[in-house]
């Protein structure tokens, strides 16, 4: 039987610049990438939706604050009711977080400077969609490149929803309790601000996001299984 490439859309916003970083690694994971422009209402045959990194709208008023209000995330509130796979990088994390998709709040970095490095994250979740090709307690090293990741989340947070931590000592940003990355209480939407999309080849510097994207297209292939 001939291997399933899911297709994953990659929705563009104006001021999106990472779009086609996210579609290219995607693809060399086995997945079928299609960008979607955000003016888009709807999506053909999508078996999971990426929201990638950038300035949508240029982060007027809030990052992510304007892009809530796209055409497209209504598709993609469509898409996530009915269970499929969403993953949020960055900006990506900011809308879903604008648009109620994902709980919490992404303000200014502690130190009010953007930050661009290599940072190491600990998987606290190895059950997840998006983390299902890593190990629980696992160490990744992942980019981050963000001035607004500072993390928030609401006081009634479960641990259970905390996938990716920042290990001790390298929060880039300040967030509570070191949280880099949660997933939705249906556990099928899921945001993080460092960028895995940069960290698929060894050659520059780390292949771990990797882990995260090809979990994200096997839980793809699995949506696509599971609507035929």
Known sequence: MA????RIAVVVFPGSNDDRDAAWALKALG??????????????????VVLPGGFSYGDYLRCG???RFA??????????????PVLGVCNGFQVL???GLLPGVLRPNASLAFVCRDVDVVVERADTPFTSRCSLGQTLTIPVKHGEGCYHPPPDLPDVQVVLRYAA????????????????????????M??????????????????VLASLVDAARAHHFALT
């Open 194 to 211: 460092p960028h895995p999309e940069h960290a698929v080849d060894p050659l520059l510097g780390s292949g771990d996001g990797a882990l």
């Open 97 to 99: 977080c604008e648009a």
């Open 169 to 192: 000592g390298q929060s880039p940003n300040g967030s509570v309790a070191d949280i880099a990355g949660v997933v939705n209480g249906e556990w099928n939407v899921m945001g993080l």
């Open 65 to 67: 604050a304007i892009a």
């Open 71 to 84: 055409p497209v995330m209504e598709a993609v509130e469509r898409f996530a009711g009915e269970g499929g």
């Open 31 to 48: 997945a079928d990438p299609v960008l979607v422009w955000h003016a888009e209402e709807d999506f053909d045959r999508i078996d999971a």
């Open 3 to 6: 291997e399933i490439h899911p």
